[in-house]
């Protein structure tokens, strides 16, 4: 993010989609199932001063990253993000970042206040910091209303200094972090608080940028990521799970297209996605595959579910409640929620989860 005086872009710090839990890959094992180790297979990078984000947003079934905008978002606001799409694509030499128009938008860029992005932000900002941007593999690409839309004209430095937040958010978008090392102190991924050198040994002044324009090393870390046929992290791991939920399932004595068709059925009946569905059996049955029972449906609230439900601890409960008030589910499909978070991001811990879901505000 931009920070008013130090103008600075930050991603948002999320999770993104890990490997099956490796005591639920044993447990599985144990009873004879051979699951596949998820893998995210990183990019390989041009050069030694990228680093790259767990994930980034995946993109359109063309290949092409489309982006789109809030309500709130001013036709100069818009102009800018357009002029740093464009940086990006002449740098990747192709137009990866294109204008939603008719297509549905990967990015969604919109403006918000100071006080929201500080939240957004995922670090704990002192109160003479004022972020201006911020940018995550999930898709978001969130500008200050105060900076970008202050109903004053920028002057040309303030300006730059704009558009360097927004081709940097966009980097993070595109799955790149902060540097550890530099090859200019115009690479658009520093993090000016931070104290860098070039190779010949010059320092860095740790004060933002004005350039717009991606490095080279940058550009092809993110070309790699977009390259025919590559997937990200979160669709190979959701694959994944998807592939080790139908050998859990299959365990029973189904065939590959009876457990696949059990799974969907799952996910489309309590409305949730393939790989929610694959986390829920992971979490919940891998210990007993094979076992006679049927398998506990997500979002059954009889039953064995019930019985399960008891079990919870405070904290799940409370989880449980404030996410049926946050986004109006019912119990079940809350607790469902909680227990995909619980097998995808906390090693299967439903206490973890929801100690994450009580913090949000």
Known sequence: MHILGKVQGRHVKRKSVLAVAAGLAAAAAAGGLQLTAATSSPAATAGYTVRELRDWVAPDADGSVYYGFASNVSSETKAMVEEAAKAWNERLGKNLLRPAKTKKPQVNVSVESFEVLIKESGYEVNSAARPIGVGGPDGGLMLSREMFQSGNEPDEYTRKRLMH??????????????????????????WPEATYQTPDGKPCENSPGTNSRPSADEAAAVKAHYEPGAKTPSQTSNETMVKNATEILKKGGKSEAEARAELAGYAKEFKISMEEAAAWVLANLAKTAGSTPAPIVPGVETGDDTKAETQDSEIVQKAIKKLMDLTGNTRAQARAQIVADAAQYYNGSMDVAAQQIMSLR
């Open 165 to 190: 937040t927004v081709v940097h958010e966009f980097g993070h978008v595109l799955g790149l972090d902060h540097p550890n090392v530099i090859s200019s102190c115009d690479d658009i991924m520093r």
